[in-house]
Each structure stands twice: as structure tokens, then as C-alpha cells.
């Protein structure tokens, strides 16, 4: 039997992204230890990504936005009312890497779990519920004009910036002096267009050091931190048996972290983002920078999907 030659495909609207089935995952919170559980349901056109606390007498719905960034000393917490989810990055960096508008995650405690230390469990969860594609345009803040926050001087100081680019990237540079860090590279560059978020960055894990773990369990947090779920060193060496996972993985970690800080906003930014020895509180002043400035920013969709950057109209692959 011969097949006909498939017809070309027709202009189509590059289109928002949920779940096609809901997926579950339980683990241990990185500071309370506590034992979590979490429900990644689909959401309709426009939901955004939303963390719907289920253990409390009602629930409360906490949405993604800049402004709901609360607390960013360890990690990232959002907050609204009392309700709060700590640790929300790793899994912002799934839904980005991957494309994903519209979630509600039902959560039992108010840390998201940990569970390896990176970003590819969530990644494995997302994938696994299949990804739907909905009846409405996927929407882009596109960054206009360069906008950059500083801190510190000298030996503290941090930068972060976001300018125009037709895509999306990031470059992060760490400084860290130690043995270890040293001896891997210190900078790194994505580019979602040419990259592989699943491969080249969702497996990076968190790390710690032995002298920061003590410190922090003595003042109850970390508490579910081990070697299970990061990458643990002492002054000379990483602890863990099967050593690390890429060669930069450190760096490529912080690109982790800025991809879930920078996609609390609420959109996928088209943009490329530069930083130096920047985290989780430098990130979050950067988009409250950009949203400040009207002139630095719009929105916009693609009516014709070929018209988007490269590595957002297609679907990513696992792995
Ligand atoms: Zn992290």
C-alpha cells in the first residue's frame, strides 16, 4: 500500500499549553521536612500557573505574579492573605522549559517537595500527563528595551538584566571560591531555541555545603536536605557517590532557579537575561524593574506559529 505525501501544515496560532492528565508526586519539603503531596491538574485558557493549598479548612488559590513573591531569602515563596507555598523555582522552571500556561497544583503543605533537587522529576511528571494544547494564543511579555538591577560593590556585587532578543536566553556567571567550583565552569549560556531544556538543564541540582547544612538545621531549616537531593561538599570535595551530573552543573543549576524566578511573572518572557552571581530576591526586583517601566515591555502572540522565536512552537522532547 502507498501512502499519499502528507499536505503541508496550515497557518496555525502558536497556542497555550496545559496538562492532558492529572499527575501526582509526594516527597519531603528541603527546609520543613515535612511530607508533601502534589496534584498537577489541567487548567483552562488563561489560568495561569496556580498553587491551590488543599490542606487548609478552605482552600486557597495563590497565582503567580511578581508581586506574590514574598520571601526569597532561601528560595522562592509566594503568598496571598496567610497562605504561602515555599520553594516554588524548581517546578517554574518545568512549566518553562516546557511551555506549560495553565496549571493548578493542588499542595498539601507550604513547601513544594524537593525530591531530587533538580528539575526533572517535574519534568518526568509533565511529560508523563501528556501536554494539551488549548483553543486560545500563547501569550509573550516581550522585553522592549534593557532594564538591569544591581547590588553590593566590590566583592558582593550582583547584577541582573533583561534585554531584547527574538527568543529566549540565559547567561549566568557564579563566583564561588571554593575547590570544587572552581575546577567546573563558572558560566553558562541557554538558549531555548538551540538547547535542550530536558537534557541540557532540568537534571542541574541544588548544593549545599557540610559548614551551611549544620548552620541551617540548627536553626530548623534544610531539614529535608541530604545527599539524596543535592549536591553536598565539604572544603575539598563533593560528598555524593555518583559525583556530579554535568561538569558545570552548579551554574547550570542557577539558570534553573532564574528560569523559575523569571516565570513567576506569568508569561514566557522574549528576552535575553544576563547575570551575575545573582538569585532568588535579585530575580524577583528584576521583573518588578521591568513590569515598572511600561516602555520596557509588551505583550505579544503569534498568530502563525512559524513566525515564534526557535524552541517555542514545537513541543519539547523528553530527553
Ligand atoms: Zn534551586
Same mark, same amino acid.
Given at each position: 500500500?502507498?501512502?499519499?505525501?502528507?499536505? %503541508? =501544515?496550515?497557518? /496555525?496560532?502558536?497556542?497555550?499549553?496545559?496538562?492532558?492528565?492529572?499527575?501526582? /508526586?509526594?516527597?519531603?519539603?528541603?527546609?520543613?521536612?515535612?511530607?508533601?503531596?502534589?496534584?498537577?491538574? $489541567?487548567?483552562?485558557?488563561? *489560568?495561569?500557573?496556580?498553587?491551590?493549598?488543599?490542606?487548609?479548612? #478552605? %482552600?486557597?488559590?495563590?497565582?503567580?505574579?511578581?508581586?506574590?513573591?514574598?520571601?526569597?531569602?532561601?528560595?522562592? *515563596?509566594?503568598?496571598?492573605?496567610?497562605? =504561602?507555598?515555599?520553594?516554588?523555582?524548581?517546578?517554574?522552571?518545568?512549566?518553562?522549559?516546557?511551555?506549560?500556561?495553565?496549571?493548578?497544583?493542588?499542595? *498539601?503543605?507550604?513547601?513544594? $517537595?524537593?525530591?531530587?533537587?533538580?528539575?526533572?522529576?517535574?519534568?518526568?511528571?509533565?511529560?508523563?500527563?501528556?501536554?494539551?494544547?488549548?483553543?486560545?494564543?500563547?501569550?509573550?511579555?516581550?522585553?522592549?528595551?534593557?532594564?538591569?538591577?544591581? #547590588?553590593?560593590?566590590?566583592?558582593?556585587?550582583?547584577?541582573?538584566?533583561?534585554?531584547?532578543?527574538?527568543?529566549?536566553?540565559?547567561?549566568? #556567571?557564579?563566583?564561588?571560591?571554593?575547590?570544587?567550583?572552581?575546577?567546573?565552569?563558572?558560566?553558562?549560556?541557554?538558549?531555548?531555541?538551540?538547547?535542550?531544556?530536558?537534557?541540557?538543564?532540568?537534571?542541574?541540582?541544588?548544593?549545599?555545603?557540610?559548614? #551551611?547544612?549544620?548552620?541551617?538545621?540548627?536553626?530548623?531549616?534544610?531539614?529535608?536536605?541530604?545527599?539524596?537531593?543535592?549536591?553536598?561538599?565539604?572544603? *575539598?570535595?563533593?560528598?555524593?557517590?555518583?559525583?556530579?551530573?554535568?561538569?558545570?552543573?552548579?551554574?547550570?543549576?542557577?539558570?534553573?532557579?532564574?528560569?523559575?524566578?523569571?516565570?513567576?511573572?506569568?508569561?514566557?518572557?522574549?528576552?535575553?537575561?544576563?547575570?551575575?552571581?545573582?538569585?532568588?530576591?535579585?530575580?524577583?526586583?528584576?521583573?518588578?524593574?521591568?513590569?515598572?517601566?511600561?516602555?520596557?515591555?509588551?505583550?505579544?502572540?503569534?498568530?502563525?506559529?512559524?513566525?515564534?522565536?526557535?524552541?517555542?512552537?514545537?513541543? /519539547?522532547?523528553?530527553?
Amino acid at each position: 500500500m502507498r501512502h499519499a505525501p502528507r499536505a %503541508p =501544515k496550515i497557518t /496555525a496560532v502558536l497556542q497555550q499549553r496545559t496538562l492532558k492528565s492529572i499527575s501526582r /508526586a509526594v516527597g519531603v519539603g528541603l527546609h520543613s521536612g515535612q511530607r508533601v503531596e502534589l496534584t498537577l491538574r $489541567p487548567a483552562p485558557v488563561d *489560568t495561569g500557573i496556580v498553587f491551590r493549598r488543599v490542606d487548609l479548612p #478552605e %482552600p486557597v488559590d495563590i497565582r503567580m505574579t511578581a508581586e506574590a513573591v514574598t520571601d526569597t531569602r532561601l528560595a522562592s *515563596t509566594i503568598s496571598t492573605g496567610g497562605a =504561602k507555598v515555599q520553594t516554588v523555582e524548581h517546578i517554574m522552571s518545568a512549566c518553562a522549559g516546557l511551555g506549560i500556561d495553565n496549571l493548578i497544583i493542588d499542595i *498539601t503543605a507550604d513547601e513544594v $517537595p524537593i525530591l531530587d533537587g533538580s528539575a526533572s522529576s517535574f519534568v518526568f511528571l509533565l511529560q508523563s500527563a501528556g501536554i494539551e494544547l488549548q483553543k486560545a494564543a500563547r501569550k509573550f511579555i516581550r522585553v522592549t528595551r534593557q532594564v538591569e538591577v544591581r #547590588e553590593g560593590e566590590g566583592a558582593n556585587e550582583k547584577w541582573a538584566r533583561l534585554a531584547p532578543y527574538h527568543g529566549y536566553k540565559l547567561a549566568f #556567571e557564579i563566583d564561588f571560591d571554593h575547590r570544587v567550583v572552581n575546577s567546573t565552569g563558572q558560566r553558562v549560556e541557554f538558549d531555548l531555541g538551540s538547547g535542550s531544556y530536558s537534557r541540557d538543564i532540568a537534571r542541574a541540582r541544588t548544593f549545599g555545603f557540610t559548614k #551551611e547544612v549544620e548552620y541551617m538545621r540548627s536553626k530548623g531549616l534544610a531539614l529535608g536536605g541530604g545527599l539524596d537531593n543535592a549536591i553536598v561538599m565539604d572544603d *575539598t570535595k563533593v560528598l555524593n557517590a555518583g559525583g556530579l551530573r554535568y561538569d558545570d552543573e552548579f551554574v547550570k543549576h542557577k539558570i534553573l532557579d532564574a528560569m523559575g524566578d523569571l516565570y513567576i511573572v506569568g508569561h514566557p518572557l522574549l528576552a535575553a537575561y544576563t547575570a551575575f552571581r545573582s538569585g532568588h530576591a535579585l530575580n524577583n526586583k528584576l521583573l518588578r524593574e521591568l513590569l515598572l517601566h511600561e516602555d520596557a515591555w509588551e505583550i505579544v502572540t503569534f498568530d502563525d506559529a512559524r513566525q515564534a522565536p526557535a524552541g517555542f512552537a514545537e513541543i /519539547a522532547r523528553a530527553w
